[in-house]
């Protein structure tokens, strides 16, 4: 086990003919936030879901805390959580109700107290009792971050956590992950968005092509690329400033 | 030990109280179908025992499970969809017990389905003199016609690629009765039809359920029926398991 959380070794999958993953390999500690950045089919998803068990890799290793997701995929779910594209909730059940069923599924010593205290922590008290098909995009997405933390896993996969979202959403969701790094899950995260992956991963990895192309820490791969690229990755947060200075201003007044 | 199934059932079944409408939904049809046939047609229809409402009966609340298991694809879909299913299947639980979690569901909510169109039929002049022997046998029957049609509905529901998919294929086995002795006698029929109708699932069970609940035996058609469904069950629970397979990679 020791430091590291996750480990992959020359993963490959194709579904058809249609090459997606051509040997990727990256390693992520404890307490780490690791960005898996790429364009839209760079084959973010399907690494998440070998990762946590949902599709069979053709080729390579791939361990979650010493285990090997396919000969020991029990162990594999036990070590972690996926939140998905998409936020996998109940929109038929309540907020406490969606987080109770997964803690009684997880099989945590109180389901109620920890859903509740999961609402407070996530700013979902008031909405509690109402049907998380009724919530806003944001509320859902929390919402389904808090499900994903229920029972404490050791690693949390987040595929495009902020996609859709205003910018203060994502500001609450980056912060969440921060906090979760802070206590020792090891993350990792799929964007699109080269400033999220500036603003939270301790590492990226750039995923083109089959590969990944490039893995650091961000001022590792500023160095690589040319200005011209460093550029753009600096006028996005300048863009996201105005607006939120913008919003920030009208609710002054 | 925690029991997943018991969790994801009590999941679902809070999701059926909450649009009873479903239900409701689901009965209308075959209660229309009841209605027009024992009003409009059933006079001209010559079924040689009681009450045409009697005879109907049993053809009726197979309609009706028919078209109530559209919604356990639909369930499951949705599932899939929204990215519940992926939830399930990444944390430590017994994989299957999603999906018997949806067919125990079907199992309640066409079981309310069918009370209601029976309360409806008891309105409309409907009677039986069977014991609760026999109604528990007949409700037996429809229990385990339920259950394979669950389990077909499962391969749907994975495989769909639309909604529309998901529910389309209950159509044919809507229409199934029509081709049967579930309306009427299948002596009038010319023969190839005929034959269709006395050599399918639909014929057998209605013929054993009315056995039942008016003549108070068990039939000769019943081992007929139980075959087709246990069958047809069995078949569907091994086509959906490899589709759950599959579609995990
Ligand atoms: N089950 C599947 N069957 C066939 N092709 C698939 C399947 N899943 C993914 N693909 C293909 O594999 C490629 C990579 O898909 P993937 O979802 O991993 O990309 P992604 O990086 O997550 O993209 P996005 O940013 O759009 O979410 C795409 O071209 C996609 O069409
Ligand atoms: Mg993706």
Redesign the interface.
Known sequence: MGHTAISVRGLTKSFKDKEVLKGVDFEVGRGEIFALLGSNGAGKTTTV?IL?????PDGGEAEICGFDVQRQP?QV??S???T??????????TGR?NLI??A????VPHPVQTAGSLLDRFSLKEAANR?ADKYSGGMKRRLDIA?SLIGTPAVIFLDEPTTGLDPEARIEVWNTVKELAGGGTAIVLTTQYLEEAEQLADRIGILHGGTLIKTGTLSELKKMFPPAKVEYIEKQPTLEDIFLEIIGNKEEK | ??N?TG??L??MM??IL??PDTIITVAITPIMMMLLFVYVFGGAIQTGTGPYINYLLPGILLIAIASGIAYTSLRLFTDVK???M????????KRSSVLWAHVLTSLVSNALTVLVVILVALVMGFRSHADLLHWLAAAGILGVFTMALAWLAVITGLTARSMEGATAYSYPLIFLPFISSAFVPTETMPQIVRAFAEHQPVTSIVNSIRALLYEGTVGSEIWTALAWCIGIMIVSYFVARRAFKHQ??
Do not use: C, H, W, Y
Not at chain 2, 86 to 93: G, K, L, S
């Open positions: 879901n946590s068990t949902l599709v069979k029990e779910r036990r972690i959580s996926l998905g594209q998409f936020a996998a909730i109940d929109g038929m059940l109700e069923m997964i009684k599924l997880r099989g049907r499900m | 030990m925690r997943p969790v994801l009590g999941r809070r999701t909450r649009s929204s990215g519940l992926a939830r399930f299947m990444t944390m430590p639980i995990l990679g």
